[in-house]
């Protein structure tokens, strides 16, 4: 089967569980019975993570994905099943 390659937001979760699974994660302490922690969670998302999320990145046309989403919807939208399996098999060996 082909990669996926040039996928950004594999990229960025290649990138982040590769930090993850070699940094030496700590276990918080618990709090003593009848106190509460005053600690807050804090979570960093990179601008990359921000652009993907808003769906602004490169090669992703709105305009696209609505006339795709209208397709569906009016159920005119038709999967070339060759084209799909070709994209499956990897045929280069």
Not at 5 to 16: C, D, F, I, T, V
């Amino acid at each position: 089967m082909k990669g996926i390659s040039g996928n950004p937001a594999l990229a960025a979760y290649e990138r982040m569980s590769s930090v993850t699974s070699t940094a030496k994660i700590a276990k918080p302490e618990a709090a003593p019975p009848g106190q509460q922690s005053t600690e807050a969670a804090s979570v960093n998302i990179s601008s990359e993570a921000r652009e993907l999320a808003s769906g602004t990145g490169q090669g992703v046309s709105s305009q696209r994905v609505e006339e795709l989403k209208a397709a569906v919807a009016d159920g005119t939208f038709e999967v070339d099943a060759r084209a799909v399996a070709e994209r499956l098999i990897d045929t280069s060996g």
